[in-house]
């Protein structure tokens, strides 16, 4: 039943550790998206993934890599985690890929709660 | 001026309250917006999409001024499972660019 799911839900490890979070959505949307969101509550995008296309932000650590083994799959795995990505990690997907003159309402999943000590 | 800037909140409000927020952008060409409600500790969901000048959708009336670029959202009548934060999103480009939300709390 569930739209996107991520796992895992929490995830709490120490610092200098890689790790990865898995997403899935049974939508059969086009696109998929990686948000960061912070302490403050700011929601900020990562990567946006369309079929084979990735679009990466440049402000995101290259410690940061998303794969993506299908449409219905986008992972992230992150290297040598430092305390400052503790952060909840949230999985979303569209319809379709947005341009500037159409956007399509983002799904989210439940998030991965990441606590890096 | 910010890229998306809201009311900083917190509102509490009795129910059947009236509740206005509002938020402001500075990309000029965005065509389309949103409001989105995020409950403590879980995702985003969409609430309202806003396409012209405003929509309407129940309780909930969405506003957009693209002269002085805000978008306005009016709760009416206040229940208690309106508590949530309200996050304003604007397109710019390819991505949406989320505010930082403003935070309601719906007094019984």
């Known amino acids: 039943d569930t739209a996107v799911s991520q796992t895992p839900k929490y995830l709490v490890t120490q610092m200098g550790n890689d790790k990865s979070i898995k997403c899935e959505q049974n939508?059969?949307?086009?696109?998929m998206y990686w948000y960061k969101q912070d302490s403050k509550k700011f929601l900020k995008i990562m990567f946006s993934?369309?079929?084979?296309?990735?679009?990466i932000n440049e402000t995101v650590p290259n410690r940061f890599s998303p794969k993506s083994p299908d449409k219905a799959h986008l992972n992230l795995h992150i290297n040598s985690l430092e305390l400052g990505d503790s952060a909840v990690y949230f999985c979303?997907?569209?319809?379709?890929?947005?341009?500037?003159?159409?956007?399509?309402?983002?799904?989210f999943g439940p998030g991965t709660r990441l606590t890096v000590t | 001026r910010k890229e998306v800037e809201q009311d900083p909140g917190p509102f509490n409000v009795p129910e059947g309250a009236t509740v206005a927020f509002n938020c402001t952008y500075s990309?000029?060409?965005?065509?389309?917006f949103f409001w989105y409600r995020q409950d403590c500790r879980k995702e985003p969901k969409l609430l309202m999409s806003v396409y012209s000048s405003g929509n309407e959708d129940g309780r909930f009336t969405a506003q957009l001024n693209r002269a002085s670029q805000y978008i306005s959202l009016l709760i009416r009548d206040s229940k208690l499972s309106d508590s949530a934060t309200y996050l304003c999103?604007?397109?710019?480009?390819?991505?949406?660019?989320f505010g930082s939300g403003t935070q309601l709390t719906v007094l019984p």
């Open positions: 993934y369309n079929n084979k296309e990735l679009i």
């Open positions: 990309n000029s060409a965005s065509q389309s």
């Open positions: 999103v604007v397109p710019r480009g390819r991505q949406l660019t």
């Open positions: 979303a997907s569209s319809q379709k890929f947005p341009t500037p003159s159409s956007s399509y309402e983002q799904y």
């Open positions: 939508l059969g949307h086009d696109t």
